[in-house]
């Protein structure tokens, strides 16, 4: 039972990693700012939640800063269905029936009509474990079209700005924790998944290429907690 509230992220996650080494089950106290509204009383324990194993204090979104990255724009969400895409609003989020990202002539229509300025790419062919072991040919195909026909019609269209997300899996195999970006080519990725990890290696470098030759506003990340 973890009933340290004044404790901060740090100290609770390297608390949390020695307990799970114990195979025990971990329960959490209600804070106090849950008790005081109403919401929790000291009798329901909870889960340990994600923001527990961050090992800092959680950074609230600027809510200011955001509307000016979106308001006005069209935004293209690619991978709408998906675990990320489908938590971001946008007015232009095509399902795959709508908008073949394996086809780049597609692409550049589907921008053209729709007069998109910006992209939020998350799609991608994804699956378990024992699919990326055992379509690693299907998986690093669909990907390295996917993400080059995005970008390339990107920089035909002339897009204001691309962010596209990669994966946790692009890191080395073997590297050292803390993790930090430079870390991404550093390295051979997991031989579970290496072909997916090496087609999502590839938006990266894509991006940096577009960005060094053409000028282009084209970035990349990682959604590490996911």
């Known amino acids: 039972l973890l009933a340290m509230p004044g404790v901060n992220h740090e100290k609770r996650k390297k608390l949390l990693q020695k307990i799970r080494l114990l195979n025990v089950g971990v329960r959490v ?15 329901q324990l909870q889960e340990v939640d994600i923001a527990d194993l961050l090992g800092r204090d959680e950074i609230p979104p600027d809510e200011e800063l955001l509307q000016q990255d979106i308001k006005g724009r069209n935004i293209l969400v690619t991978g709408a269905g998906g675990l990320i895409g489908s938590t971001i609003p946008a007015c232009f989020k095509p399902s795959r029936k709508y908008l073949n990202l ?14 998109i300025d910006s992209i939020i790419h998350c799609a991608g062919k994804v699956g378990g474990v024992k699919a990326n072991k055992t379509k690693l040919g299907e998986f690093f195909y669909e990907n390295i079209i996917i993400n080059t026909n995005v970008l390339e019609a990107a920089r035909m269209c002339g897009i204001e700005k ?21 870390y991404i080519h550093q390295g051979e990725p997991h ?6 990890a090496y087609a999502k290696r590839m938006l990266d470098i894509q991006s940096r290429a577009c960005r060094k030759q053409y000028g282009c506003n084209f970035v990349t990340a990682i959604p590490n907690n996911l």
Not at 106 to 115: F, S
């Open 191 to 196: 031989y579970t998944n290496y072909a997916y």
């Open 102 to 115: 394996m086809h780049i002539e597609d692409i550049v229509r589907y921008i053209t009509l729709n007069k």
């Open 162 to 182: 691309v962010v596209s997300f990669m994966s946790t899996c692009v890191f080395p195999n073997e590297v050292s924790y803390p993790i930090k970006e430079e």
């Open 29 to 43: 106290l209600p804070t106090i700012d849950q008790m005081m509204r109403g919401t929790a009383d000291v009798s």
